[in-house]
């Protein structure tokens, strides 16, 4: 099985390094970034040898010259900059995984970008996914969990993830440490880009067979229950202050049910420290069912996901093909190709 | 879509009540128990109205006489004494879908049974199944979590349930309220059936794709970590007493994956009571992953797991179809025969 991974980024490092493990020939790698371009991905990727390929900007040179099976593309999060990548990568009769957020489910988001993607890809007989975090952990594992429903009233998500860690830029971005009054002003009147809570339910009506009626969606400052330290800011988040943001998001469907969640970013106290990432479902009605996840390894999960599920991409019939349209992923005790027989 | 209810005990009940909510039209009942046999299967599920469905106690005459699409069977959890049931059921064309433990993955506990049941379902075109609690909450949902894994080492998986509702007679066989030392002597030497864990864990093995070397069973006793009022007993299980017994299983793969797990039946202490039935799952490995479900409705899901499957059981090619085989199981939002068209 030979891939070009397209983005080297923190995930297409990660996702190169499973794949190598996986026995995946990784022929071609293109970046943008000066600081790698003309490295060989092996070190790039910290894998203590080299893969002798060689990372390139010249990214159309590069899916042409090397017969490849699979793009892995991780490079923006939204179909408008990524289609065009996108379509040199089916142009070029690859089929493409991606872990762009937007493209989980596009038909709500970018409906002309998906029919586009998925005609080309149609005609060119390969297919396009976008997997990662969302796959199994969210969309799969949710409607998985709603077979053991009889009757459902709504569906309510919490994913929940750490700012800590990040730079003074990020936590500016997401407004922690401002006041909530500052920020509810700021956000008044302000049209917001759609978080990925929105694809994700999106794609769990679509699995379900639900009719979507309408979407809403509304950010909303997370507020500091206690003092917290910032290691980035050098300073606190006092009691009472801004720590992050969340989406809050409601999805009505023809069928009565609602599908609703929280996708928080927020810096975390000393009692969300200990729990660390969280991805949370209730599934109401009856009977009630709960399931948790808890001390989630966001980038490892997004990565494995995405490497497990490229055997599926290769094997499916060609078009835009949803994470909620595939089998059900499984992890890879073998050789990726082991999964091309039979 | 019509169906014949093959034993109306709890569980007949609560999957009758179901299938009735979702469209499905019972045509026959079946059971032995002199206290129903001749009542309307409505008025015994308390559904407040007649069906115009006689539980009757002749078997073979009620599977003969009504053309059906499908016979729920929930008498035995074992093989041995569900084969005749099956074989009646299959022999009369009917699809079989089934609550029974063993039958969940018969291929280790009772491969025979197995073979001669896939064979007589493929002459008669049809197709036999067991679903329940095991088939979503146990091996869809954990194989689907494998699918956040880059590299496992063993996956170990908890199941607790409550035994603090039931009578005397079954605390009794359970042990609790004994002391450890005469339970783990009369253990001694005495070989156990298997639980049902050991079916989940091999449907997990077989989905996954690995070959099982080893299979290890052992009963332990669960011992109070304080005081327990028992209602039933009408007394207190006193610390460092038996409050019931797991079953720890181990079973090694030649890929070197461990599978283990604990099935636990106890009288709850207080801090369990807040938490209910737990379906808890770890994937040790790279990354690691957890999930648990809480306050689990073991009855509901039970039941609401079976009645979903009925379609994919229906539209399911011939033979034995283990539920690892079958599409995710979802929610069904409309009446069950929706699910047939396509």
């Known amino acids: 099985m030979k891939a070009i991974v397209y983005g080297v980024g923190k995930m297409g490092v990660l996702i190169s390094r499973y794949m190598v493990e996986k026995g995946v020939d990784i022929v071609?790698?293109?970046?943008?970034?000066?600081?790698?371009?003309?490295?060989?991905?092996?070190e790039v990727a910290g894998l203590g040898r080299d893969l002798n390929v060689i990372i390139r900007k010249d990214a159309d040179e590069v899916l042409s010259e090397y017969k490849a099976d699979i793009a892995i593309v991780a490079v923006y999060t939204d179909m408008e900059r990524m289609y065009p990548i996108f379509k040199r990568c089916i142009k070029n009769n690859l089929n493409v995984i991606t872990l762009s957020e937007e493209a989980l489910y596009p038909w709500g988001v970018a409906p002309e970008f998906a029919a586009r993607l998925d005609r080309l890809a149609r005609d060119h007989g390969v297919t396009i996914t976008a997997s990662g975090l969302?796959?199994?952990?969210?969309?799969?594992?949710?409607?998985?969990?709603?077979?053991?429903?009889h009757f459902i009233e709504s569906i309510f998500g919490i994913q929940r993830n750490n700012l800590g860690?990040?730079?003074?830029?990020?936590?500016?971005?997401?407004?922690?440490?401002?006041?909530?009054?500052?920020?509810?002003?700021?956000?008044?009147?302000?049209?917001?880009?759609?978080?990925?809570?929105?694809?994700?339910?999106?794609?769990?009506?679509?699995?379900?067979?639900?009719?979507?009626?309408?979407?809403?969606e509304r950010p909303e400052p997370t507020i500091a229950e206690m003092d917290i330290e910032v290691a980035s800011l050098e300073g606190i988040v006092k009691k009472?202050?801004?720590?992050?943001?969340?989406?809050?998001?409601?999805?009505?469907t023809r069928e009565k049910i609602i599908l609703e969640g929280e996708q928080i970013l927020k810096v975390y106290n000393e009692d969300e420290l200990?729990?660390?990432?969280?991805?949370?479902w209730f599934v109401h009605g009856i009977p009630e069912v709960h399931l948790k996840n808890?001390?989630?390894?966001?980038?490892?999960?997004?990565?494995?996901?995405?490497?497990?599920?490229?055997?599926?991409?290769?094997r499916s019939a060609p078009g835009y093909v949803t994470v909620d349209l595939l089998p059900k992923l499984k992890y890879r005790a073998f050789p990726l190709s082991h999964y091309l027989e039979a």
């Open 165 to 216: 860690g990040y730079g003074k830029e990020v936590l500016s971005y997401y407004h922690v440490g401002e006041s909530e009054e500052s920020v509810r002003k700021k956000l008044t009147g302000i049209k917001q880009r759609s978080g990925s809570f929105r694809m994700t339910l999106e794609a769990l009506a679509a699995d379900l067979g639900l009719t979507i009626m309408r979407v809403e």
């Open 240 to 252: 009472g202050f801004v720590t992050g943001m969340k989406k809050v998001i409601n999805i009505t």
């Open 28 to 42: 071609g790698a293109i970046d943008m970034n000066p600081a790698i371009v003309g490295k060989d991905l092996g």
């Open 274 to 280: 200990k729990i660390g990432d969280i991805n949370e």
């Open 134 to 149: 969302q796959d199994t952990l969210r969309v799969n594992l949710v409607t998985l969990l709603t077979g053991a429903s």
């Open 294 to 314: 808890d001390r989630v390894s966001s980038d490892a999960v997004t990565c494995a996901q995405l490497v497990n599920r490229i055997p599926d991409v290769i």
